[in-house]
């Protein structure tokens, strides 16, 4: 390898590291501005973010061959969208850092594609108990010409609504049927984004994911069917691509997503065999299910924060004590500290609730 030819790759794989580093942080989302406040990491993400902006900046004047360019523009773009997400986090507006959850969506949206190339973004994608399993790894990589893997939106551009994304395990064959989470967002959200909520533990533990968006700028809580009709249709449709395991089918939700989840998940006719609703309210409709409509026999999942201020805390244990009167088994875990937060550090419980055989 020429000196030239070595520059060029020590410049990308500088780049590469630096962007890792950078949205290993910004992954915590809302906690940004709480893990900046503490000195230490405060002064380890500014050398991170030093190092990606010099890197940024050393590839920008190397000239790269013709083969190299989507890739030298990829990580650019990618790098471009991380620092107007620094931006954001640090706005106190919740509008800003609304904005910076979506731009970080963007980010790994573009930077995916790279898991089959470069093994540090794969390990990026994947839970920590998986990073070292280079086994999956090597078989997430290989390709499935014939058979549609990996992660797809189905009329379900950012600023669309009611298509729906999804993510089928690259590793997986055809014929071998899949638990499926489908996971719903909250108001004014996009299934889009609340994919890369939960595509660590479907590619690490191997499970389909579908995450659609509502029709309008929340779910049809009032018309449960008008959403509802749509997810049946996303099911279907996920399932002519590859087998589903009807015996676990998980609906889950944060906050209008949660209390949707348990609207549609509780209904007789729908598939779902699993509820789990993450800082939502007992729907007031529910209680007005006759016994034909409303499913008893699927147990709930329930994850609420004790300083939520839309939610209550309260709101949980009345949900719990109305789900139970009605005979279904509920599992509660309320979290200290948390706000009308997504808890995504609830999954490894839910997914060991859901499919024993998810666990690690």
Aim: include cysteine; proline fraction near 4%; hydrophobic fraction near 40%.
């Amino acid at each position: 390898m020429s000196d030239s030819d070595k520059k060029i790759f020590d410049t990308i794989g500088d780049v590469l590291a630096g962007l890792l580093n950078v949205m290993q942080v910004l992954e915590h989302g809302a906690s940004f501005k709480r893990l900046m406040d503490a000195p230490n990491l405060k002064k380890d993400f500014e050398i991170s973010r030093r190092a990606l902006e010099e890197s940024c900046e050393n590839l920008i004047k190397i000239s790269v061959p013709k083969e190299l360019d989507i890739l030298k523009s990829e990580l650019l773009g990618i790098a471009s969208l991380c620092f107007k997400v620094i931006g954001s986090f640090q706005e106190k507006k919740f509008q800003s850092l609304q904005e910076g959850f979506s731009l970080y969506c963007r980010a790994q949206e573009k930077l995916y594609p790279l898991s089959k190339v470069f093994q540090p973004v794969s390990q990026f994608f994947l839970e920590r108990e998986k990073q070292v399993d280079f086994g999956l790894i090597r078989e997430l990589a290989a390709e499935a010409p014939r058979e549609k893997r990996g992660i797809h939106n189905h009329n379900n551009q950012p600023g669309t609504r009611g298509g729906f994304s999804f993510y089928i395990p690259e590793n997986k064959t055809q014929k071998t049927p899949f638990p499926l989470v489908v996971a719903l967002h909250g108001s004014s959200g996009h299934g889009a984004d609340f994919i890369w909520n939960w595509l660590k533990e479907a590619r690490s533990r191997g499970f389909m994911l579908l995450s659609p968006t509502s029709g309008g700028q929340t779910w049809s809580l009032e018309n449960v069917q008008e959403d509802l009709s749509k997810i049946l249709k996303a099911i279907d449709d996920l399932s002519e691509k590859s087998a589903i395991n009807p015996e676990k089918i998980l609906i889950t939700g944060m906050s209008d997503g949660a209390t949707f989840s348990m609207l549609a998940g509780l209904r007789e006719d729908a598939p779902f065999t699993h509820i789990a609703a993450f800082s939502g309210i007992m729907p007031a409709s529910l209680g007005q299910m006759n016994a034909e409509r409303f499913a008893t026999d699927r147990p709930v999942f329930l994850v609420h924060g004790i300083k939520d201020n839309i939610f209550p805390v309260e709101t949980a244990f009345l949900t719990k004590s109305e789900l139970e009167a009605a005979e279904v088994d509920v599992t509660l875990t309320t979290k200290k500290g948390l706000g009308h937060t997504y808890a995504r550090d609830e999954h490894d419980s839910l997914l060991n609730w859901f499919d024993p055989q998810l666990a690690f």
